[in-house]
């Protein structure tokens, strides 16, 4: 893990200099984490007051691309809560490779079933990119549900969501075909960010990545992102994916069972439509 990621409490108080439009600059990013972390499952319950008490003790700490958050096996004595950019939730197997369990984007908490029971880390998380998440310690969170026994609604929500997402994935790798599963992968790793209202358009993960994610293999994976390619619907530089055509993906997405797919090569400009896209797959 890289030694330069920076923390910095949220009850920090910043110091009045001559530096005014710095001054100002780091209260935004400080109002805007805020903003992030009432919407979250952790926060919603609560009332302004008690949700505001709770972020006194979080403090936020940004971490490099590859950056180790933490390692399955590790002490659980925190959660977080993911504030911009994606962390890649993972367990490795038995022949040393790694099995992506979940992406986790803006708005996202984890690590809470080890903070709660106090036991090890279940899996390894690691920064998908450069992200900044805020951090809540063990004695901090269990100290205020003690003292606000509302508050684990919130955690109890959170713990629903997590299961409610398992149990939509599987349901997707049994009942959908891989094209569908790709494109909702690749929708809800970008979806609208909460702090700037607007959708990322790029993914960064190895195709090996995303076939572990979607239930299936590297090379399926590489067939259907290249397909999209060429149909102008993604951009694909090595390990990057950029969606150019966000409502194409959305289409295809929304195919049915995934027996529908987008695959036929791109026409003229002007000459394609909605309905182009599509061929039925046997």
Known sequence: MHDHSGSVSFNHRVGFSARRSATAAGRSVIHDD?????????????????????????????????????????????????????????????DGKE?????????????????????????????AGECRLAILNRRDVLAFLAQHPNAWLGLIGTLCERLRNVDEQMAEIALMGLPVRLAKAL?????????????????????????????????????????????????????????????ALEELAESESGREVGCAPPRPPGKAGSTDRLIRVP
Not at 48 to 53: F, H
Not at 219 to 244: D, F, H
């Open 99 to 127: 099995i992506l369990l979940a992406v986790l984007v803006a708005g996202d908490v984890f690590g809470e079933i080890a903070m709660l029971n106090g036991k090890e880390r279940t899996a390894d998380a690691r920064a």
């Open 187 to 247: 929708l809800r790793m970008t979806a609208i960010q909460p702090q700037s209202g607007r959708h990322p358009c790029q993914v960064r993960l190895s195709q090996r990545e995303i076939g572990s994610l979607i239930g299936a293999t590297r090379e399926s994976v590489n067939k259907w992102l290249g397909r999209w390619q060429r149909m102008g619907i993604l951009q694909i530089a090595e390990s990057l994916i950029t969606i150019v055509d966000r409502a």
């Open 34 to 94: 805020r903003q992030l972390l009432a919407q979250c499952s952790l926060f919603r319950a609560l009332r302004t007051d008690e949700s505001a008490r709770l972020m006194a003790h979080a403090h936020i700490r940004k971490y490099a691309a590859e950056d180790t958050i933490f390692l399955m096996g590790s002490t659980g004595d925190s959660l977080m809560v993911v504030l911009s950019g994606h962390v890649r939730i993972s367990v490795p197997s038995l």
